[in-house]
Nanobody
């Protein structure tokens, strides 16, 4: 069992950078794979990135590949999403979610994730 809390959302200019954090407030993050999802107003929730348990393997949506980097620090019980070269299309509420395991061809399936956070708002605007 784990409870996750997101932080780091903010207003950022196009082309800027931001780092989101997903911390375990209850439980131990090292036993879980973690994914980042986002949902913009009027749009469906979409998978952004995910990271397996250590030894870690990362997955990315095509829309963020090369711009976002996911990482984990199990000593700090935290998973990060480093966002670079952000675009207005990245504006959304970002959620992290934890699950015991994810499969390479199904990392973006929400059913693998049991524990979801409340979200943090990212707004990209000049």
């Amino acid at each position: 069992q784990v409870q996750v809390v997101e932080s780091g959302g903010d207003l950022v200019q196009p082309g800027g950078s931001l780092r989101l954090s997903c911390a375990a407030s209850v439980g131990t993050m090292e036993y879980f794979a973690v994914g980042w999802w986002r949902q913009a107003p009027g749009k469906e929730r979409e998978a952004v990135s995910a990271i397996t348990r250590s030894p870690s393997r990362a997955y990315y949506a095509d829309s963020v590949k090369g711009r976002f980097t996911i990482s984990r620090d199990d000593a700090k019980n935290t998973v990060y999403l480093q966002m670079s070269d952000v675009k207005p299309a990245d504006t959304a509420t970002y959620y992290c979610a934890a699950g015991p395991v994810i499969l390479p061809d199904a990392w973006n399936a929400p059913g693998w994730y049991d524990h979801w956070g409340q979200g943090t708002q990212v707004t990209v605007s000049s």
